[in-house]
């Protein structure tokens, strides 16, 4: 996680700097939660499209770790939207972290929810 919130940042810096240009926003404060949404969705552009064309960020390919649907196959767009959304609740929660320690095969709720899987690219 740590290694995707650097990539991340560099994201978010430049989506931010758009917004910033093309709202003429002079702080952090003017149009805060609008601000927020438009972060929210390019996070999530960046996520879901990421997921859907390889399976992975850069960070998981790095870390040898692939997002595949039950089949072993490419997610559907439905289930990277969704794994998107439920990400953020589960995970600002801890109850992403507890649940995989406990879990028979150290998956996250979103994925048991949805069917994906994290696997593992080094076989």
């Not at 979103?110 to 994290?118: A, E, M």
Request: charged share 20%; hydrophobic share 50%.
């Amino acid at each position: 996680m740590m290694y995707e919130s650097i990539l991340l940042f560099g994201v978010v810096f430049v989506a931010d700097y758009l917004f910033d240009t093309l709202t003429q926003s002079r702080n952090a404060l003017m149009l805060r939660h609008e601000r927020q949404a438009w972060l929210f969705l390019v996070i999530g552009a960046y996520f879901v499209s990421c997921w859907r064309i390889s399976g992975q960020t850069l960070p998981m390919k790095t870390w040898n770790i692939r997002l595949v649907d039950a089949g072993g196959g490419r997610v559907p767009l439905w289930k990277a939207v969704a794994r998107y959304v439920l990400a953020w609740p589960i995970t600002l929660s801890g109850l992403g972290f507890i649940w995989s320690a406990f879990d028979r095969e150290a998956q996250f709720p979103q994925d048991r929810l949805l069917g994906t899987r994290l696997v593992s690219t080094r076989d």
